[in-house]
């Protein structure tokens, strides 16, 4: 889930959005360079920023037909 992300809200908000592989895990790491909008990103939590853009409501969607859609 996560390494598909930064594809999709990469840009929104002004936000630099990238996710690299650590150990066995993998890093989302968010930046801007405007403060109201880092400080909006540490508000907003990997909760907050995995659900920005407009592909989250068709991902669902997709879901609930039984589709994967990534």
């Known amino acids: 889930m996560v390494p ?3 594809h999709e809200i990469d840009g929104v908000n ?4 990238k996710a690299e592989p650590v150990a066995a895990s993998v890093a989302l790491t ?13 508000g907003l939590g990997f909760i907050g920023i995995m659900a920005q853009g407009g592909h989250h409501q068709m991902h669902h969607l997709a879901m609930a037909r039984g589709r994967f859609s990534h």
């Open 4 to 6: 598909a992300h930064p």
């Open 14 to 17: 002004g936000w630099s959005v």
């Open 30 to 42: 968010v930046t801007a360079a405007d403060p109201r909008r880092a400080a909006r990103i540490r």
